[in-house]
């Protein structure tokens, strides 16, 4: 992936490299409560509506491996 747009500290947007000139993209944003300071990793994926299963699959499993990885439950 290629990283097209970033918000320091807060967002970053990214594209596939092999979609081409189409318009997906994925986006990562960091959430901080401001009571708690809890923070939180929203992934938004962007993407055509016949990607979604096959997506929704990709991304549950890389969370999941990143939650193994910090030791999160």
Do not use: C, M
Not at 1 to 19: F, P
Not at 31 to 45: A, F, K, R
């Amino acid at each position: 992936a290629t990283i097209i747009s970033k918000k320091n500290g807060e967002k970053a947007r990214y594209k596939w490299i092999e979609s081409g000139d189409d318009e997906s993209y994925f986006e990562f944003k960091i959430q901080v409560d401001e009571i708690t300071n809890d923070v939180s990793l929203i992934v938004v994926d962007f993407s055509e509506e016949d990607e979604l299963p096959e997506n929704k699959l990709l991304w549950e499993s890389l969370v999941s491996d990143l939650k193994h990885v910090i030791g999160s439950v």
